[in-house]
């Protein structure tokens, strides 16, 4: 037997070992593709794939192939990827809106093989999740310009879903209305509270009428249906192009970085993510009545090690002037400082709730 042939044999011998590991490793993403779904995450994992890819290359010695065992991973991992998203393409991801919605477009950011399913509230997507009928929701926590989404907040003291993960979705707004609409002719706009808080400046210069709507890709929706040349809405480019509406101004918001911030929401907690590095949590508490209760539970969390980077406060509807308190901070809520803290929280605080772990 000549070289060639014995080399050829031992590829042979190596590619049969290959194979058994490869159906190990791929029932192992099966279990991944599971907990995925279950827990409302993503398929792509930049951090882990890093990971993965940095100690692969430290078990090669050889300097020659280390960045070829580094593209063969990266194909490997493809392949796992593709694997997942076959398994995941049953997942439902609920959204409020319609398609051409921001969060539509921020769903399908995150979950790209997943079902999206629109639905007219918050309150309605975020109960289609806690019921069962969908898989996970993602729902906008902040904007870069007009804050907080107060409708959002409330449902993560007074629900049951955790935050697993967020993500940034960059807004560009534009001015839609029924083909062949003229700006000069209009003199409505629908759309969002927030979306017209974002353009008021544009409003105002063109005295423009303002009326609220629940989201802006329906204020889209309804436009069309009254196909009304003094009518338009304030919607994303997705949602002209969806619905058939001309764009009669682009990029109309009075601050060009307008970003929001969408929670990836589900009813299994992710407690893995806490010993990532990086690692955030949000935490959701009422401190007692009495003097001195809210500083002393800032100062427990400051205590503790934990680098607040958002306080705010919100009403609470059934309770006249007393306030429940939203807090994000850096670091692992689940490691024994954060056992500590919670348990220490409850001297001066009357609910305390973690609502969970993400990161960035």
Not at 132 to 158: K, W
Not at 161 to 176: K, P, Q, R
Not at 302 to 329: D, V
Not at 341 to 354: A, F, G, I, T
């Amino acid at each position: 037997m000549d070289e060639l042939q014995l080399a050829r044999q031992e590829i042979n011998a190596a590619d049969e070992e290959m194979a058994r590991l490869f159906e190990k490793r791929m029932e192992a993403a099966r279990k991944i593709a599971a907990y995925k779904k279950e827990h409302g995450l993503p398929v792509f994992d930049e951090a882990r794939e890093k990971q993965v890819l940095e100690s692969g290359a430290e078990r090669v010695e050889d300097d020659e192939l280390r960045g070829y065992y580094t593209e063969f991973l990266r194909d490997v991992m493809t392949v796992s990827k593709q694997f997942q998203s076959c398994l995941m393409e049953g997942m439902k991801i609920a959204y409020c809106g319609a398609p051409g919605a921001f969060a539509c477009l921020a769903a399908g950011k995150v979950f790209p093989d997943a079902k999206k399913i629109g639905f007219p509230s918050f309150k309605e997507a975020y109960a289609a999740v806690e019921n069962g009928e969908c898989d996970a929701a993602v729902l906008p926590l902040e904007n870069s310009f007009a804050g907080e989404v107060g409708q959002v907040t409330d449902l993560l003291f007074s629900g049951s879903l955790f935050i697993n993960g967020t993500t940034a979705l960059s807004v560009s707004h534009d001015l839609l209305a029924a083909r062949g609409t003229r700006l000069e002719d209009v003199t409505e706009v629908v759309s969002h509270p927030q979306a017209l808080a974002q353009c008021s400046a544009f409003l105002k210069a063109h005295h423009l009428r303002e009326t609220t709507f629940e989201n802006t890709a329906l204020a889209a929706q309804y436009v069309v249906e009254k196909h009304d040349p003094h009518l338009a809405a304030i919607a994303s480019s997705a949602s002209a192009e969806e619905y058939g509406l001309d764009i009669l101004a682009q990029n109309i918001q009075d601050v060009q970085n307008n970003t929001t911030r969408f929670a990836i929401l589900s009813r299994a907690e992710n407690r893995s993510l806490a010993k990532r590095s990086g690692a955030h949590f949000v935490l959701m508490f009422t401190v007692k009545n009495e003097a001195g209760a809210l500083a002393r539970a800032l100062n427990i969390v400051g205590a503790h090690g934990f680098n607040m980077r958002t306080l705010r406060s919100r009403p609470m509807k059934e309770l006249l002037w007393q306030y429940y308190f939203y807090l994000e901070a850096e670091g692992n809520i689940h490691g024994n400082e954060g056992k500590c803290m919670l348990e220490e929280l409850q001297v001066c605080c009357d609910r305390v709730k973690p609502v969970g772990t993400f990161t960035e």
